[in-house]
């Protein structure tokens, strides 16, 4: 059922500390373009940017002039807008996936945990995408800058 070993007369199995040797020098990496201060191309780190699609909203004129989550006094007049997902402070670019248009805004509020949409815009915003009228949009949102820094 099992066959028998094989001994090659006069051939002897590498020694523990030549594995280990052979072993680091194979699986370890070695990164000579950072002793140099360069980094190649291939290892700059690339820009990525987070994107969510799902339903947006506008807020009710009852909030206009109440606090936000962020402190901030919220105003029906500036681009802001609420989501659950993205830090407070995060700029996001809203486009509305029924004409296109889109607009940038700012974070600084949060919604109703058992909201499903992606954001709750303000009436500007709202009025800029079109969707007034609607109630409701189908969007794409895209982080473009998070906390102030690109």
Same mark, same amino acid.
């Given at each position: 059922m099992f066959e028998k070993p094989v001994f090659i007369p006069g051939h002897r199995l590498p020694r523990p500390g030549i594995i280990f040797l !052979? =072993? =680091?020098f194979f699986l370890c990496p070695v990164n000579l373009h950072a002793q140099k201060g360069r980094v190649p191309a291939a290892a700059a780190p690339k820009k990525t940017t987070r994107t969510f699609y799902g339903q947006a909203s506008f807020y009710a004129n009852k909030f206009n002039g109440r606090k936000t989550a962020s402190g901030e006094i919220f105003d029906q &007049? &500036?681009? #802001?807008c609420a989501c659950n997902v993205l830090p407070l402070g995060t700029r996001i670019k809203v486009t509305n996936l029924r004409n296109g248009k889109s607009? =940038? $805004? &700012? $974070?600084?509020d949060r919604?109703?945990?058992k909201m @499903? @949409?992606?954001v709750d815009l303000t009436r500007a915003a709202a009025h800029a995408l079109g969707f007034v009228s609607r109630g !409701? #949009? @189908?969007v794409k949102v895209e982080v473009v800058d998070k906390n102030g820094v690109r």
């Open positions: !052979l =072993l =680091l &007049k &500036k681009f #802001t607009v =940038l $805004v &700012k $974070v600084n919604i109703h945990p @499903r @949409r992606v !409701l #949009t @189908r």
